[in-house]
């Protein structure tokens, strides 16, 4: 009887040792990369007409106080209107392009 109740103890014992759960944490790591397109700032006089006619065009009263370009002829502007301060980007056609 002895030997019964003692096989009875290991063996609940070892199904205990089975049933114990772990838990792990998993780090999970979000990496975010931003692409930031490199513009070189040129003199506003040196834009291409397009560029000019359109920003004068969209936004009447408009001044472009400063502009930059990008290697895919994309220009941002920066334009003030009255008393806001907008910018906005184009290609070299004149096109407004939403970024």
């Given at each position: 009887?002895k030997?019964?109740?003692l096989?009875?103890?290991?063996?609940?014992?070892s199904?205990?040792?089975?049933?114990?759960?772990?838990?792990?944490?998993?780090?999970?790591?979000?990496?975010?990369?931003?692409?930031?397109?490199?513009?070189?700032?040129?003199?506003?006089?040196?834009?291409p007409?397009?560029?000019?006619?359109a920003?004068?065009?969209?936004?009447?009263?408009?001044?472009?106080?400063?502009?930059?370009?990008?290697?895919?002829?994309?220009?941002?502007?920066?334009?003030?209107?009255?008393?806001?301060?907008?910018?906005?980007?184009?290609?070299?056609?004149?096109?407004?392009?939403?970024?």
């Open positions: 009887m030997k019964v109740v096989s009875l103890a290991v063996l609940l014992g199904f205990t040792t089975f049933a114990n759960t772990n838990t792990v944490e998993k780090n999970q790591q979000v990496l975010e990369i931003a692409v930031q397109e490199e513009y070189t700032e040129v003199a506003v006089d040196a834009l007409d397009a560029v000019k006619s920003v004068a065009t969209a936004m009447p009263g408009a001044v472009i106080e400063k502009a930059y370009t990008n290697e895919n002829q994309e220009y941002k502007l920066e334009v003030k209107v009255g008393e806001e301060s907008v910018t906005v980007y184009t290609d070299a056609a004149g096109t407004i392009i939403q970024k």
